[in-house]
């Protein structure tokens, strides 16, 4: 018996759904089901391909009461500019969480993930940093920086950003970008550690494998959200400021455990305590901030729980675009 497979477009996908409040609750739930104890979430498939200067990522997760549940794959090759082509691409597959056939194929490029990323950093934001930012930084000039910082601005709406990474030129074009999307005041600081003491909220984009940010650098109503490291290897915060902060906090530990900050920390001798999970903290299993001067960190590795929630979100919303083809 035949049944009809939607294949959708990264065009078509960026008319449907762009980052707003919308999708940022749509992962808060994602993170919400996590803390409930019923979310089947395999571990990460990740391949490190050196040879090809490249690497996988696959991430699912099944959560009782969605009605699909989705498989992402993630390809970054990272001489792929060399070609002309982009470094990161990939899709996102939906099932059907009754009958487990493919319902939708999103060719996305990225772009749900990039989504996704992004609304979980708001999330992190609005239950862990300061309830007024006026400064916030952002370490890394990429896509994600800029999309951390549209997301951050949803939530806490800061007047002052800060802007540092490795290339002055990619830092700013950066912060024009950001200036113009946000309509304030956005500068280039040359060094992070001047971007961490005169910020209240930082996030951090990078592939780092070495720390970005010193413990000593820590200032009472500071918060941090860890994006970039999600493989074994990459860290970009200094394992003793996990161990300074009154708070840090894992999307899910076992994956900071094995590809987040936590890996390094452990490395150290640091953290050898089970952390609490953002999901726990939005469920009030877990207190949050403590108060205004507190210091809070939030690793977030991603996960197949935000990737199942953006793709049964789009799929309810997508109407009647893409093509349809009978299997």
């Known amino acids: 018996m035949a049944h009809d497979i939607r294949i959708v477009t990264e065009a078509q996908l960026r008319e449907a ?3 707003d409040l919308t999708a940022v ?3 808060e739930e994602a993170f919400a089901a996590l803390a409930g104890g019923e979310v089947v979430m395999p571990p990460i498939l990740s391949m490190d391909l050196p040879q090809a200067n490249g690497e996988v990522d ?3 997760a099944y959560i ?3 009605d699909g549940f989705a498989i992402k794959v993630s390809p970054g090759f990272f001489d792929n500019p060399t070609l002309g082509l982009p470094s990161l691409n990939g899709l996102m597959m939906l099932f059907s969480a009754r009958t487990g056939l493919v319902e939708a194929v999103f060719l996305d490029n990225g772009y749900l993930t990039d989504i996704r990323t992004a609304a979980a950093g708001a999330v992190a934001a609005w239950h862990l940093a300061p309830a007024v930012v006026e400064t916030a930084g952002v370490i890394g000039t990429g896509v994600q920086a800029r ?3 549209q997301a951050a601005h949803l939530v806490r709406p800061f007047s002052r950003l800060l802007v540092n990474g490795r290339d002055p030129a990619k830092a700013e074009a ?3 970008d950001l200036r113009a999307t946000l309509g304030i005041e956005v500068e280039v600081c040359a060094d992070s550690e001047t971007l961490v003491r005169n910020s209240q909220l930082v996030v951090t984009t990078t592939p780092a494998r070495a720390p970005l940010i010193m413990a000593d650098w820590l200032h009472p109503g500071l918060h941090i959200t860890a994006i970039g490291s999600d493989q074994s290897g990459k860290n970009e ?3 003793k400021a996990l161990a300074a902060a009154d708070l840090y906090v894992c999307d899910r530990v076992s994956q900071c455990e094995t590809s987040g900050e936590l890996e390094a920390a452990r490395a150290a001798g640091l953290m050898l305590r089970t952390p609490p999970e953002l999901g726990q903290i939005i469920t009030g299993q877990v207190k949050g901030r403590l108060g205004p001067s ?3 960190i939030c690793d977030l590795t991603g996960t197949g729980a935000q990737d199942t929630a953006i793709a049964t979100h789009v799929a309810k919303i997508m109407g009647d675009a893409g093509t349809v083809i009978p299997v």
């Open 174 to 176: 950066c912060a024009a």
């Open 294 to 296: 507190a210091i809070t």
């Open 58 to 60: 696959v991430k699912t």
């Open 237 to 239: 915060i200094d394992p």
């Open 25 to 27: 609750d749509v992962i």
């Open 64 to 66: 009782p009461g969605f």
């Open 17 to 19: 759904i762009q980052l």
């Open 147 to 149: 999309l951390q910082m």
